[in-house]
């Protein structure tokens, strides 16, 4: 009797412990989706990808076993970064639809069980908002210190030589206000000015908008960039002022975020953990989760900036993705991913995408995104292994940071467009925007059954064989690998809330770790190179048997004390 008495005890204990230890949360829980509009699904033939063209791709969405949609832009905007240049933040851009078509959708989501977040673009608006219009009509205007308006330098240059993140001088000289304003992206981005609490009290007024919508929480984009320098300084660089974000982060939250059971995650480029976890700490009170580009960035840092015909050492991104599982701290909650509509498709960009290898390589990517410890974000294509695309003409692409890289190239150079886009095609094909912007490739009717009329980029012309109807009939498919180890890690929490561990550290080629939650085990081994890789088990990972549960290639090899593995082969085990 006593036994059995402690025996409960016990299970209660280790009942209580979990519950202490896995906190659980639902957005920890939850594979995100991001969904980039204008080239989803279009539902009118005008080319452009729509509201209305989302809600009918729902139960697509729903089957993969997506939980949060995380929506690029969708306001009243001008496109000039599509839209993330945004003129009225409580409208929808026409040629998405309206207001009515995004309530629909909401609603068609919710019924499914799928949660919507939005991205909110606050560091800057567009030139065409009402806000910037009669900013720049006089000194006197209400809204001038909704921007950051300076006085040009004695010569009557720009007041310092910050550049945009889009290439040239980050100050524009406004003929009618008759001084320069500060945009840290394109000239058509005038950056807002949180340090006015006018402004500030606006935006929330704008969170609130949506709260009250029904939206389940925000993406804010380029967030760091909102606390900003003194500009008379004499740094050549811009680097964003971390300290004074936080404040308007945590006044941001106790006002608005705090009130309601929504995920914020925001963008946060630059940052090493130490930075980055001052942004998402529990205790600190600012946001749930960043985006932060430590394991995707690798080339950028490498070589200064990203515009680069190079892949990333696979080496180093194993290193940046282990080092954010075992330092980030225990109040703080990682996101996953390898592509978004800024990157490259990551199957071109981190793996392979040959004919050969593109379907292995891209699963073995996903392994890795839905066993490690945090959020899962699939950007939309990943899971059918879209791939990049080659434009031949300048003309092809859309990008602006694309169009300003070759602008600004043949400045520098004094050649001619033409002339400059052709130097550096390669790179362009690699690294540009519209890599990931291509649309949607849904069957293999003309232009892959995104459109009926005539595309606002060009469909990528693999679509015939790289499709979703194609992707689902077979069951071998990178969806239905998606779909599985979405189920997988749905029913355990050993891959969501389990501790990491990683074993042969030093070893370049295969990336092998462990999660654990109590009796729970999981072990993943992983081949990131095109090579056959023979390897002794790690002494210390102490494994009696193993079951593989899921592996890339048809059949998993047994757990032995050699490791044979195949080109990018990622397996999957449950162990004791
Ligand atoms: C980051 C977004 O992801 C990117 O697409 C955009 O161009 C910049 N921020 C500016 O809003």
Request: with cysteine; charged share 30%.
């Amino acid at each position: 009797m006593k036994h059995l008495k402690n025996l409960e005890n016990n299970l209660i204990n280790i009942k209580q412990r979990r519950a202490i230890k896995i906190k659980r949360c639902w957005w920890k829980e939850a594979v995100f989706y991001q969904i980039y509009p204008r080239s989803f699904k279009d539902s009118n033939n005008d080319g452009i990808g729509d509201i209305k063209g989302i809600t009918s791709k729902l139960d697509y969405l729903k089957e993969l076993g997506i939980d949060v949609v995380w929506l690029s832009p969708v306001y009243k905007s001008p496109n000039n970064d599509n839209g993330y240049d945004i003129s009225d933040y409580r409208d929808i851009m026409c040629e998405f639809g309206t207001l009515k078509d995004w309530d629909e959708m909401l609603c068609e989501m919710h019924k499914r069980g799928i949660k919507l977040i939005m991205d909110l673009v606050l560091n800057h608006s567009s030139d065409e908002h009402m806000w910037f219009i009669e900013s720049r009509k006089s000194k006197d205007s209400l809204y001038k210190d909704y921007y950051i308006w300076a006085d040009g330098n004695e010569n009557g240059e720009p007041p310092n030589l910050w550049e945009s993140v889009f290439g040239f001088s980050a100050w524009h000289y406004d003929e009618d206000a008759k001084q320069y304003y500060l945009h840290l992206f394109s000239k058509k981005q005038p950056d807002l000015n949180w340090s006015n609490p006018k402004l500030r009290e606006e935006i929330y007024d704008i969170i609130e908008f949506w709260i009250k919508r029904g939206v389940d929480g925000f993406r804010l984009d380029a967030i760091r960039f909102l606390g900003k320098p003194e500009y008379k300084n004499e740094a050549v660089d811009f680097y964003p002022n971390d300290d004074l974000t936080h404040i308007y982060l945590k006044e941001m939250n106790q006002k608005i975020l705090s009130k309601y059971n929504i995920v914020t995650v925001g963008e946060v480029q630059d940052l090493d953990i130490d930075g980055a976890k001052k942004y998402i700490r529990e205790s600190d009170k600012e946001l749930n989760m960043c985006f932060q580009f430590n394991h995707v960035n690798i080339c950028e840092m490498k070589y200064g900036t990203k515009w680069v015909n190079k892949k990333p050492n696979m080496f180093d991104v194993k290193k940046a993705l282990s080092k954010w599982q075992t330092e980030l701290p225990v109040d703080a909650w990682n996101t996953l991913f390898f592509g978004n509509h800024d990157l490259p498709r990551q199957v071109s960009f981190f793996s392979n995408d040959s004919d050969h290898y593109r379907e292995i390589s891209a699963k073995m990517l996903a392994t890795i995104i839905f066993t490690l410890k945090g959020t899962p974000f699939i950007y939309q294509g990943e899971e059918i292994g879209m791939t990049n695309i080659i434009f031949d003409k300048l003309d092809d692409y859309n990008d602006i940071d694309t169009i300003n890289f070759v602008k600004q190239k043949a400045e520098i150079e004094d050649i001619d467009i033409e002339t400059a886009f052709k130097q550096n095609k390669d790179i362009i094909n690699f690294v540009s925007r519209d890599n990931a912007r291509t649309p949607m490739q849904w069957d293999d009717s003309e232009n892959a059954g995104f459109t009926a009329g005539t595309p606002w980029l060009k469909v990528n012309p693999n679509y015939k064989k790289i499709n979703v109807e194609s992707n689902i009939k077979d069951s071998n498919s990178v969806f239905n690998y998606y779909k599985k180890l979405i189920e997988l890690r749905k029913k355990n929490d050993v891959i969501i809330y389990g501790d990491y561990q990683e074993f042969l550290l030093d070893d370049k080629c295969v990336f092998i770790y462990k999660r654990e939650l109590y009796d729970e085990k999981v072990l993943v081994i992983i081949n990131m190179t095109d090579e056959i890789m023979q390897k002794k088990m790690p002494l210390n990972l102490n494994v009696k048997e193993a079951t593989p549960v899921i592996c890339n290639y048809k059949r998993a090899y047994n757990f032995k004390k050699e490791m044979l593995l195949r080109p990018y082969e990622s397996v999957i085990y449950f162990y004791y």
